[in-house]
């Protein structure tokens, strides 16, 4: 974990252009963003009005998916692309769902601007016995697993709940996700889950939802974070041969929604598609 005065560097260092952590954590009602990503956000909303409805959505089905993976069992947890701290992180999730504080929490971005606010913001929450924010990059899998051993919270040989959470579309095909999410699971224990989602540029209300989607595809081009939507076809590969939990890989708010689940009455609205998946064997 990089040291308090070297992330207040970094966080100085990264405000001349939009931060797409910094535009999440603004769209979720999160106050660790500055004047340029604000302006980005504005930018994207009048494109594309309910995109802070979509991350909201995304953010919640994430506090789901971790509590089924406590509900199930699973006390270690790896977050890649974890990107801001804000509320409902892993580790606070995890801990609310097991009131015996067992869960081992690493979260991973390779945002040094992301990393920077982690170390910052997770003194507040954090039990850096039991949770830990490293830098790492999700193409990198090896260097990733080295550099989750080294925190000495994660025991491979074990299941381990890896998120991936609103982050691979920001990952174009033409970097080999599909040879990188087989090496995440291989590397994983028999029983351990997998936890993804990202857009979907699926099933357009109108052609003019159709071309506001390309064109925040086209925006995020012109950032640090440039990105490509999938189809649910497209998406499942990505879990390659592991058994989906019910109700398999569904628009985000279709997954075991809750009071507070967006567009749970319309989930196909939400333009977000997500699933878990638990690796065969004993």
């Not at 005065?5 to 797409?20: I, Q």
């Not at 535009?23 to 309910?50: C, M, Q, S, W």
């Not at 440039?226 to 939990?245: I, K, M, N």
């Amino acid at each position: 974990m990089i040291g308090h005065d070297e992330a207040l560097r970094a966080v100085e260092s990264s405000l001349d252009r939009p931060s797409a952590a910094r535009v999440y954590d603004y769209f979720l009602g999160g106050d660790t963003n500055y004047a340029i990503d604000r302006e980005f956000a504005h930018k994207i909303r009048a494109r594309l009005p309910l995109i802070g409805q979509y991350m909201r959505t995304s953010r919640q089905f994430l506090a789901r998916a971790v509590r089924r993976c406590a509900e199930l069992g699973v006390t270690q947890f790896v977050d890649i692309g974890s990107g801001l701290p804000t509320a409902g992180n892993v580790h606070e999730v995890a801990d609310e769902t097991r009131p015996q504080r067992d869960s081992r929490v690493v979260y991973i971005d390779n945002e040094p601007v992301a990393l920077a606010h982690s170390t910052l913001l997770l003194a507040d929450t954090a039990d850096p016995e039991r949770h830990r924010a490293i830098a790492g990059d999700l193409l990198q899998p090896d260097l990733v697993w080295e550099r989750v051993l080294e925190t000495g919270l994660i025991d491979l040989t074990r299941p381990v709940a890896l998120v991936v959470n609103a982050v691979l579309h920001f990952i174009k095909d033409e970097t080999g996700p599909d040879s990188v999410l087989a090496a995440y699971r291989d590397a994983l224990a028999p029983g351990s889950l997998l936890v993804l989602s990202q857009m979907t540029n699926e099933n357009p209300r109108s052609e003019d939802e159709r071309q506001a989607l390309a064109d925040l595809v086209a925006y995020y081009e012109q950032t640090t974070n440039p990105g490509q939507l999938r189809t649910t076809a497209e998406f499942a590969r990505f879990f390659g041969d592991w058994d989906l939990l019910e109700p398999g890989l569904v628009y985000a708010p279709a997954w075991h929604p809750d009071e507070e689940t967006v567009f749970a009455s319309a989930p196909s609205e939400s333009r977000v598609i997500g699933g878990v998946g638990r690796k065969p064997g004993t």
